[in-house]
């Protein structure tokens, strides 16, 4: 098996529904999706620590004194 040459690829030909796809999704849509996948990163570890600090408050206060 050869692997494609950069000819290949500048010699290939798009249709218009490829270029409108590529064109559709472009520079902004990129950032909004990296975006929306660092909110809910933060999301999802922010809720994790707030549960974490809440079950130490709830059970690290139940402590067993011996006298």
């Not at 472009?26 to 549960?51: N, P």
Request: hydrophobic share 45%; net charge negative; proline share 1%.
């Amino acid at each position: 098996m050869t692997l494609p040459t950069n000819d290949d690829f500048a010699n290939c030909e798009l249709s218009i529904e490829e270029l409108e796809a590529i064109a559709a999704g472009g520079f902004w849509s990129t950032l909004r999706h990296i975006g929306e996948d660092v909110f809910k990163t933060a999301f999802v570890a922010g809720t994790v620590y707030a549960g974490v600090i809440l079950g130490g408050i709830i059970f690290g206060g139940q402590r067993n004194s011996v006298n």
